[in-house]
């Protein structure tokens, strides 16, 4: 089982260094797309699933204002993964492919 989360914002995404706007003025920037505004607290929603040969668990959705960290991972979202991966596998063994992410990475102390 292959993991991921991501934030999903009202803002959507936009990537300085990548979105590049060509225009001869300001005025032609503008109407091409070229001021994006930002909220400084945009609304937002985490969500998390994992991927498998056989199927996709169901969405893990955060509540609100909660962020993946040690202690959400350890509680949460391992013991979902491992129900989800029983539902897609049955009686089969099973691989878990951690994402990474710093949460993912806090040990049990």
């Known amino acids: 089982m292959f993991t991921d989360d991501k934030i999903f914002t ?11 706007v060509w225009a001869n003025n300001r005025n032609d920037e503008n109407e091409h797309g ?7 607290y945009p ?3 985490m969500v998390a699933l994992g991927a498998t040969w056989n199927g996709i668990t169901f969405h893990f959705f ?3 204002g909660e962020r ?3 202690k959400t991972y350890l509680d949460e979202l391992l013991p979902f993964y491992k129900m989800g991966g029983d539902r897609l596998f049955g009686h089969q063994n099973w691989g878990f492919q951690q994402d990474g992410t710093s949460g993912s990475q806090i040990r049990p102390s």
């Open 10 to 20: 009202r803002n959507g995404y936009f990537n300085p260094k990548n979105d590049v």
């Open 34 to 40: 070229g001021i994006h505004e930002r909220e400084k």
């Open 43 to 45: 609304v937002s929603i």
């Open 62 to 64: 955060f509540q609100r």
């Open 68 to 70: 993946l960290n040690g």
